[in-house]
T-cell receptor, first 113, second 114 residues
């Protein structure tokens, strides 16, 4: 089975531009998570979905960040407008059921100039 | 509140040495789950093990072994006869029953020198 798929793997953009990160969870998994990893703050949970419904977005830094999950096999994380402090590695993870193991995608390394 | 502490920020060893990575957790739940993930230099997060709070048996997988002790709230990870390919950042994580959140420690960077 394919693992969690993320695209793009690397993104370099200029401040003020819109950035869209994409994630395809493992087929059959009911939960999807978006994390951000930085040197300063480590791994932070941004938002997660159960059965395509956003459950907790308290980790989303501010209104510039938004996430959607239009169906069970696709999710996006959008930053508009992007800022240099958004530079980080963004991970998507999926899980079959509560307390089950979360499997991570390869991550998207975002650089905002 | 949930908390995971990995007090060792960085460990350096020479190949073939054994090394133990410490993990101490805090939780008020009686049912919880503990995890270890590996993050090699390539950046991905690789799942290594999941252990539930009712299973205190130690586990061994090849050169990897895990020691779970509820009495000390610890879930330590030992690599026997370390190899250069073991060089990575290792994260310990905790999830409580009926919660969707995975709480990570700050990670331990392991460097294995030839």
């Amino acid at each position: 089975d394919a693992g969690v798929i993320q695209s793009p793997r690397h993104e370099v953009t200029e401040m003020g531009q819109e950035v869209t990160l994409r994630c395809k969870p493992i087929s059959g998994h009911n939960s999807l998570f978006w994390y951000r990893q930085t040197m300063m703050r480590g791994l932070e949970l941004l938002i997660y979905f159960n059965n395509n419904v956003p459950i907790d977005d308290s980790g989303m830094p501010e209104d510039r960040f938004s996430a959607k999950m239009p169906n069970a096999s696709f999710s996006t994380l959008k930053i508009q407008p992007s800022e240099p402090r958004d530079s980080a590695v963004y991970f998507c993870a999926s899980r079959w059921d509560t307390a089950d193991t979360q499997y991570f995608g390869p991550g998207t390394r975002l650089t905002v100039l | 509140a949930q908390k995971v502490t990995q007090a060792q920020t960085e460990i350096s060893v020479v190949e073939k040495e054994d090394v133990t990575l410490d993990c101490v957790y805090e939780t008020r739940d009686t049912t919880y789950y503990l995890f270890w993930y590996k993050q090699p230099p390539s950046g991905e997060l690789v799942f290594l093990i999941r252990r539930n709070s009712f299973d205190e048996q130690n586990e061994i997988s090849g050169r990897y072994s895990w020691n779970f002790q509820k009495s000390t709230s610890s879930f330590n990870f030992t690599i026997t006869a370390s190899q250069v390919v073991d060089s990575a950042v290792y994260f310990c994580a905790l999830s409580e029953q009926n919660t969707d959140k995975l709480i990570f420690g700050t990670g331990t960077r392991l460097q294995v020198f030839p």
